[in-house]
Antibody, heavy 119, light 108 residues
Framework: EVQLVESGGGLVQPGGSLRLSCAAS????????MSWVRQAPGKGLEWVANIKQDGSEKYYVDSVKGRFTISRDNAKNSLYLQMNSLRAEDTAVYYC????????????WGQGTTVTVSS | SYVLTQPPSVSVAPGKTARITCGGN??????VHWYQQKPGQAPVLVIYYDSDRPSGIPERFSGSNSGNTATLTISRVEAGDEADYYCQVWDSSSDHQVFGGGTKLTVL
């Protein structure tokens, strides 16, 4: 079964850090672009970052540049999002998603992990 | 940065046709993807590359894209189609994925 499973969410204070993970199974992880997409409570989807199959290209939404880092370990079939200097506005459900090409639709999504930034 | 504009809500009676639009500057030159999201669930890709359907998506779902508007059409709407729908493109000029604001489809 093709599956993405996120983990690592939780409650963190403003200015703190958190590392999200996304474990892939059932498909050739190293052949896919991977993305992080978030959804604030009651709001729409917002793309956060994506990374090329070999990790050589990474792109970020402007609001997280310099604070978040996307990475992957193809040997472990895993995607990561290191989040530093967290703000209240980063509070959201974070989804990982996959696509073959950058211009493709994201055809597999995880169930999401919740990040809450609050004092 | 590139902006995609969707109506906040669309309402339709069961059995009728729903059309959800996604507006963007010359969006016809881009590849548009559509997602369905039901409450508490992850998004599901329902249309990719303007008009292609992933396996398992009913033929009632179709898409088109021309000029400044892309459209998701749902024929013979069912109660189970009630959900939020999002359009999405890759904007190569900014290297950003872009989502529309989403449209809540209500089945009357």
């Amino acid at each position: 079964e093709v599956q993405l499973v996120e983990s690592g969410g939780g409650l963190v204070q403003p200015g703190g850090s958190l590392r999200l993970s996304c474990a892939a199974s059932g498909f050739t992880f190293s052949s896919y672009w991977m993305s992080w997409v978030r959804q604030a409570p009651g709001k729409g989807l917002e793309w956060v970052a994506n990374i090329k199959q070999d990790g050589s290209e990474k792109y970020y939404v402007d609001s997280v540049k310099g604070r978040f880092t996307i990475s992957r370990d193809n040997a472990k079939n895993s995607l990561y999002l290191q989040m530093n200097s967290l703000r209240a506005e980063d509070t959201a459900v974070y989804y990982c998603a996959s696509s073959i090409y950058l211009s493709d639709g994201m055809d597999v999504w995880g169930q999401g992990t919740t990040v809450t930034v609050s004092s | 940065s590139y902006v995609l504009t969707q109506p906040p809500s669309v309402s339709v009676a069961p059995g009728k046709t729903a059309r959800i639009t996604c507006g963007g500057n010359n969006i016809g030159s881009k590849s548009v993807h559509w997602y369905q999201q039901k409450p508490g669930q992850a998004p599901v890709l329902v249309i990719y590359y303007d008009s292609d359907r992933p396996s398992g998506i009913p033929e009632r779902f179709s898409g088109s894209n021309s000029g400044n508007t892309a459209t998701l059409t749902i024929s013979r709407v069912e109660a189970g189609d009630e959900a939020d729908y999002y359009c999405q493109v890759w904007d190569s000029s900014s290297d950003h994925q872009v989502f529309g604001g989403g449209t809540k489809l209500t089945v009357l």
